[in-house]
């Protein structure tokens, strides 16, 4: 319970991290977009800054996410190994109700 405390968590900070950064980046291009010479130039720049923050910040949280796939397949591939009977009664019951789901609409 508490991991998925902390994945919520760590879920909210990226969400409003990303959010930051992009009303940053939109801010500054703005002020660019009216801005002349040096100061534009300027502000462009920090924008892209801003943008590339963003980006390399996704790329960590695929990644993360990516890894936590892998572990949870490499989990369950162990589960089903060690139980298999278990495994096919889960998925069977599984598909009993996604049968009766359908059938209902």
């Known amino acids: 319970m508490a991991i998925n405390k902390d994945a919520a968590q760590t879920e909210e900070q990226f969400i409003d991290s ?3 950064s ?20 300027e502000l462009r720049e920090s924008a892209m800054q801003s ?3 963003t980006r390399e ?6 990644d993360v996410l990516l890894e936590r796939g892998r572990r949870a397949a490499r989990v369950t591939d162990d589960y ?19 049968g009766a ?4 609409r």
Do not use: F
């Not at 992009?22 to 130039?41: I, M, Q, W, Y």
């Not at 298999?84 to 109700?97: K, T």
């Open 18 to 20: 990303v959010k930051v």
């Open 22 to 41: 992009l009303d940053d980046a939109e801010k500054l291009l703005r002020e660019a977009a009216s801005a002349t010479g040096d100061k534009a130039a």
């Open 51 to 53: 943008l590339r923050r």
């Open 57 to 62: 910040a996704l790329y960590e949280t695929q």
């Open 80 to 98: 089903v190994h060690d139980n298999p009977w278990q495994a096919i009664g889960m998925a069977g019951l599984a598909g009993v109700l996604i």
């Open 101 to 104: 789901l359908i059938c209902r």
